[in-house]
């Protein structure tokens, strides 16, 4: 009986200690998917799931396990073959996102993006800016990523608030935001895009915003309502921050790029020098497990 295979989207030497009993290739089935497509059994697509990567997934007739490298698994959800255990990139992205949730608030609250555009122009603007210490920041969302954002916080001398889908010690439910929303300062979405979560911030979720409040996406850009956020902004009431979209990358024409206070990442929350090495253990460990049949972590269950 041949080796377990798996196909991996780098190098196997990047995972340090590789446990053995297993075959390694290395693919990208956007460029080229090999003969032995029927053979894998534990597979990691690309981190960037596009056209191509979760398609091949029928193919895979002896699939097992699918290990993304992403957090979020919208992208191939509906996708994975039943019986096959899909597992998420949990831990990979915490310490990257939530670095760029702090630059997002920190430079939205501080004009950062106008001090910028003003050295463009060789002009010296000083200005009076709100700072992000004594402000109360609604944390929607309170899995890994939620949990690093707030350690982050904690040194700005702020109050936190947190939700999640269901409520427990120290959390409230999604439901309790009408409530929670008015009296928030800056509010932070890192809530995974699902049906309930799809459209979540519309107009009603925003009128619901105190002026000049600061609304941060490091989710999904589908978790907003892209119309009602530019009809916010361009009502000059509240200002946002966003790392993500509904259409990626954003069209030429989109009314984003010409709304009022708002300050656009491209999709680069995870996108750091800290994400591979956490990659990298993460897949190696799940492999190890495998090869033995252990437990795997980061299993997706129910509407994830």
Not at 69 to 89: H, I, M, Q, W, Y
Not at 187 to 209: E, H, K, M
Not at 230 to 239: C, P, T
Request: aromatic share 6%; net charge negative.
């Amino acid at each position: 009986m041949s080796e377990p295979l798996v196909w991996l989207p780098f190098d196997p030497a990047e995972l340090g200690d590789p446990p053995t009993g297993l075959r390694y290739e290395v693919v990208d089935p956007t460029r080229h998917v090999p003969d032995g497509v029927g053979e894998v059994e534990f597979y990691v697509p690309p981190y960037v799931l596009s056209g191509g990567v979760a398609e091949v997934l029928p193919r895979m007739t002896s699939l097992k396990v699918v290990q993304t490298l992403s957090a979020g698994v919208d992208n191939v959800r509906g996708k994975v073959p039943e019986g096959v255990t899909l597992c998420n990139g949990r831990g990979i992205h915490d310490t990257s996102t939530a670095e760029l949730t702090l630059t997002l608030i920190l430079a939205s609250q501080r004009g950062i993006p106008d001090f910028v555009r003003a050295q463009d122009r060789r002009e010296w603007r000083p200005a009076w800016r709100p700072a992000l210490a004594d402000k109360r920041v609604l944390l929607v969302g309170y899995g890994a990523i939620g949990k690093a954002i707030e350690a982050r916080l904690q040194p700005f001398e702020v109050e936190v608030v947190r939700v999640a889908r269901t409520a427990r010690p120290g959390v409230h439910p999604i439901e309790a935001l009408p409530g929670l929303l008015p009296d928030a300062d800056v509010v932070v979405l890192v809530v995974p895009l699902t049906q309930a979560t799809r459209g979540l911030v519309d107009a009603d979720f925003l009128s619901r915003l105190r002026d000049d409040a600061l609304l941060v996406n490091v989710a999904r850009g589908a978790v907003v309502v892209t119309d009602d956020l530019v009809a916010a902004l361009e009502s000059g009431r509240i200002r946002a921050a966003i790392d993500v979209a509904d259409v990626e990358p954003i069209p030429a024409d989109s009314a984003l790029w010409g709304a009022p206070n708002l300050l656009i990442s491209p999709h680069v929350g995870g996108a750091s020098s800290a994400m591979w090495p956490r990659a990298h253990r993460l897949v190696r460990d799940q492999l190890h497990r495998f090869a033995v049949g252990e437990s795997l972590v980061n299993v997706m269950t129910g509407e994830y």
